[in-house]
């Protein structure tokens, strides 16, 4: 397995690489080569290599069958369930992890930072918060201003135990405020 | 939406609207899980374990073959139900406390309810662990290695219905101990009858109006989605346990007693946890046990982790209460009766708490001037998952009882519920009308709009289909401090450095509900003489029982304030070490000198002063100066607060379905300890409230006693999209305890819930539902549609 920061060949894979078996994924801006039946298997899901493999653990495994929401990442800019994503199809895709956000990131501070009376907090566990965040972040990328039904209707794939449904939506809102005066999110 | 409550008292720190603390690190997904600490990276060489379940309810292995599982490629060890090591373990229950006191196999709080072997050859329930457990290379070897056993089963008839298994005639899941599936009578929980006041009969002779009720709970699970994991690690002959336990110091002692292991010898090391609410009882499950044997046998650490649906392991006690009460014209109840039959599944463990504990405390703490009461209850195995603690154990089991009974006995007087239970309710200390509870019902009732609530059936009807009614229930709350004395000393530390930055150790797992918090903000407002500031602060998430001061559980919602009030005397005893060290400098007696913002002075010349940091790092040894406190909970018996849920509800009566429009969530809390953080909970507990009422339940193939829907998307759990508008409502009217008297909310806060609801569903559609949940199938049976 090898890291290569940014020195990757074209994201047009050659057909030689699939033969010899050798499986790239860009992860938060990185490439990491592996080779197939040695590093990984070909059963192992997106979400197992990135978390046992190299070791990105925010993302969460929990029903591990495309119901819960706690292993979104997003491949391309989309979200993407990861334990439904085998590693073999990720490969030469673009994928971002919660640890590829800024610090400052304006969805991870929102959630952070959601308190004011009437909400509560945007989580208490916090186990599905990470699925969350970057569910959140895949919305406001593609749509900065959402309305509050579009954000209930983008994130109802993910599921809070805890129950922090409205604080969430309502830190979704914040961000993308957020995001409209200061203009732009961040990775 | 703001309706930001006032506080009491105005402090600092406690009771404000803020961030959590661990919210950063929770958002951008820092924060380690103990899945995330014991990943392949960390422990190249460690091996995973995978148990076998039963596929039968009831069945006996008569012969196992091992021998292809042995063979298989990347096994490293297998253990079975006849090796040594297995065998000599005891007999032993998943519940050795309730959470809230550390407890021995000895002392265990249900001793005469042993009844679960670690891997025995006799399945009670479709997924008891069974037979034989395999550490191998992968997950994907120790699965494939349990599919090549070969076992010759004695396949037993069984019994789902607590009901059915109470008859002489049924299998008997426990024939090794005893013929009937009935649970014995035992001292903790008391007799059949476990709390009988003056004369029932005569009170309801005495009565104008008599009424009987029936209400069935059922059995949602917990949900956690951070599914329970452990990693053994042996070095000589120490074990190291990593887990997401909510408690370390009692794993620390299942793990020793049942290995039979020196304390010294088990280190266990909890950090966050992904959600608790209960599940599993309080953990003392077969997991920790073998895992930690295999880890011996192949001298490598050993994994294992619970899959989604195995984390179906445990569930609320499913119970059928009857209820009855008397009262005379004006309201006056003249006696009550409740008698629940709960299921337990296939092995006891808190089955009586949820029975017999926790309702003859809340007989102690709701009921108490109810002239005449009798509570009865029976336990019973049947062929089903365990059934019992879950946030609200017992509460809500009763309160969808008691709720109901309050609003049928208010119809028959056509008296208004609210004015009804203020007249009868309240606490055993308290003369009635108990403060507490008419402040939450009229604060409930202006919130709902209650004035317009209609008779049942004859509110508003919306395209000729639509009917909407409202509805409430109340309970009393839980844990105030005297209700906590059992757990013995809370055990804090605060070490001020000589730069004026804290350690601070309040040692208690986070699962979420917010303690970790609390007690940042504790440990500030406690230490305001000094002016601290947040960052001033460290904290440490981690309770590493080689390190740690015993570990508060977060179990009874009350850690939240009870670290905190143990910080309010190591803050006093810290401050007289302070004066003392200071007290030649300033040429004063220590009791002479006073320290407020940070600065030490002498009382009677508030010039003769000095800054306590300034001081230490430049005049001192620079030693910190610690102060550990070990503090038993205040055993004055204060009562308790009240809680309630007012619901408005819309029900389609052509398609069944229920449109919960409106919550009102109210909690007399004492003191709000984080009001961001009180609120979530108060929000949040709708998700399961809610699920209860109307969406989550296990379902069973009866013909074959197998669980059809052990996984999220059979099993129905509320999303954003399914949430409705909830009201948050903080109180303090009571007040206990202690410097801020507070008392715990995170479990309440859906105890209320399935009960308001259904209640509304009553005021809408003038026909009683009684068994949850209340899915359209069964509103369109009662209104005769189908």
């Known amino acids: ?187 | 939406m703001s309706n930001a409550y006032t506080p009491r008292v105005p402090r600092k720190y406690i009771g404000g609207y803020r961030p959590r603390i661990d919210g950063f690190d929770k958002a951008s997904g820092k924060v380690k899980f103990a899945d995330d600490l014991t990943t392949k990276l960390t422990f190249p060489d460690m091996l995973y374990a995978r148990v076998l379940k039963s596929p039968y309810p009831h069945a006996r292995i008569k012969h196992m073959d091992i021998t292809d599982v042995e063979k298989l490629e990347g096994v490293r060890a297998v253990l079975t139900y006849e090796d040594p090591e297995v065998k000599k373990l005891k007999v032993t229950n998943a519940g050795w406390t309730d959470g809230v006191d550390i407890l021995s196999y000895d002392r265990m709080m249900w001793y005469p309810m042993r009844d679960r072997r670690v891997i025995g050859d006799y399945a009670r329930w479709v997924g008891d662990e069974i037979g034989l457990v395999v550490a191998a290379e992968s997950e994907s070897i120790a699965e494939e290695a349990l599919k090549l056993v070969k076992i010759e089963w004695e396949i037993l008839p069984f019994v789902l219905d607590p009901v059915e298994a109470m008859k002489p005639e049924a299998p008997s899941v426990h024939p090794e101990l005893r013929k009937t599936n009935v649970l014995p009578e035992d001292p903790v929980g008391g007799p059949d009858v476990f709390v009988e006041k003056g004369d029932v009969e005569k009170g309801f002779s005495e009565a104008d109006v008599v009424v009987e009720s029936t209400a069935v709970h059922h059995n949602p699970n917990q949900g956690s989605l951070d599914n329970w994991c452990c990693l053994m690690e042996w070095k000589g002959d120490t074990l190291t346990v990593w887990s997401n336990s909510y408690e370390a110091h009692q794993t620390r002692m299942h793990i020793s007693q049942m290995l039979d292991l020196p304390l010294s010898k088990v280190r266990v090391i909890c950090s966050f946890v992904g959600g608790q609410f209960g599940r599993n009882d309080t953990g003392e499950q077969p997991f920790f046990l073998y895992t930690a044997l295999l880890a011996k046998r192949t001298g490598r650490p050993v994994k294992f982790r619970h899959n989604n649906r195995e984390s179906f392991l445990n569930s609320r006690q499913p119970a059928i209460y009857t209820a009855k009460a008397g009262a005379k014209k004006d309201g006056a109840i003249t006696a009550m009766t409740f008698k629940s039959i709960g299921d337990a599944g296939a092995y006891a463990d808190h089955t009586m708490f949820a029975l017999k504990f926790g309702p003859a405390e809340i007989a102690e703490v709701a009921l108490a001037h109810v002239p005449n009461l009798k509570l009865e209850a029976y336990g019973v195995y049947t062929n089903k998952l365990p059934a019992c603690m879950m946030r609200g154990v017992a509460n809500s089991q009763f309160n969808l009882s008691f709720g109901q009974i309050v609003d049928v006995l208010a119809e028959k007087l056509d008296m208004d519920p609210i004015d009804l239970s203020i007249k009868n309710f309240g606490h055993e200390e308290e003369a009635l009308p108990n403060k507490s509870l008419v402040e939450v019902l009229h604060e409930g009732a202006r919130r709902i709009g209650w004035e317009n609530r209609h008779k049942p059936g004859e509110g508003p009807v919306y395209e000729h289909v639509r009917k909407r009614g409202m509805g409430f229930s109340f309970h009393p709350g839980w844990h105030a401090e005297w209700q906590e004395v059992r757990r013995g000393r809370i055990q804090v530390s605060l070490m001020l450095n000589p730069d004026g930055t804290v350690m601070l150790e309040a040692p208690t797992v986070e699962t979420g509900s917010g303690s970790n918090t609390c007690n940042l903000l504790g440990c500030l407002e406690a230490l305001s003489f000094l002016a601290v500031r947040p960052e001033d602060v460290h904290y440490s998430p981690v309770v590493d029982t080689e390190t740690s001061l015993r570990d508060c559980v977060q179990t009874d919602s009350s850690v939240s304030y009870l670290q905190s009030e143990a910080m309010m005397v190591a803050a006093a005893d810290l401050k007289r070490k302070i004066c003392e060290l200071a007290a030649p400098k300033l040429g004063a007696k220590p009791e002479e000198l006073d320290i407020e913002e940070g600065n030490i002075f002498v009382k009677a010349s508030p010039d003769t002063h000095m800054e306590v940091k300034t001081w230490l790092m430049e005049e001192t040894d620079l030693a910190p100066i610690v102060a550990t406190v070990h503090r038993v909970p205040l055993d004055l018996n204060t009562g308790i607060p009240f809680i309630a849920t007012f619901a408005e509800v819309e029900v389609d009566t052509d398609t069944g379905e229920v449109d919960v429009l409106k919550l009102v969530v109210l909690h007399d809390c004492g003191t709000v300890m984080h009001a961001s953080g009180a609120e979530a909970q108060q929000l949040g507990g709708q998700v399961m409230g809610l699920g209860e009422a109307l969406y989550e339940e296990i379902i069973y193939d009866e013909a074959r006693g197998v669980p059809m829907n052990f996984n999220w998307i059979d099993y129905k759990i509320a999303t954003m999209a399914d949430f409705p508008e909830v009201e948050p409502v903080l109180m303090e009217v009571w007040k206990g305890g202690g410097e801020y008297g507070a008392c715990g909310i995170g479990e309440s806060t859906l105890t209320c819930t399935p009960r308001a609801v259904l209640n509304a569903i009553y005021n809408a559609i003038n026909v009683r539902v009684d068994e949850l949940p209340v899915k359209p199938e069964k509103i369109l049976q009662a209104l005769g549609k189908i």
């Open chain 1, 1 to 187: 397995m090898v890291a290569k920061k940014d020195t990757a060949p074209d994201m047009g894979k050659p057909v030689e690489d699939a033969m010899s078996g050798v499986i790239r994924l860009r992860v938060n801006h990185v490439w990491h080569e592996f080779s197939l039946g040695r590093d990984i298997q070909p059963t192992e899901t997106l979400a197992y290599v990135l978390r046992e493999r190299l070791g990105f653990t925010g993302l969460k495994v929990s029903c591990d069958e495309g119901a819960c929401g706690a292993c979104t990442v997003i491949m391309d800019g989309k979200a993407i369930l990861s334990c439904m994503t085998l590693a073999v199809e990720a490969d030469g895709h673009e994928i971002l992890t919660i640890e590829g956000l800024a610090e400052d990131d304006p969805v991870v501070v929102a959630f952070a930072e959601q308190s004011e009376p009437g909400y509560g907090t945007a989580m208490q566990c916090g186990y599905c918060t990470p699925g969350f965040v970057m569910t959140a972040k895949a919305l406001l990328d593609a749509n900065p201003n959402p309305t509050l039904d579009e954000v209930k209707e983008a994130l109802s794939g993910n599921i809070c135990r805890c129950g922090c449904y409205t604080a969430i939506a309502q830190a979704v809102l914040n961000a993308s405020q957020k995001i409209s005066t200061q203009g732009g999110t961040h990775e």
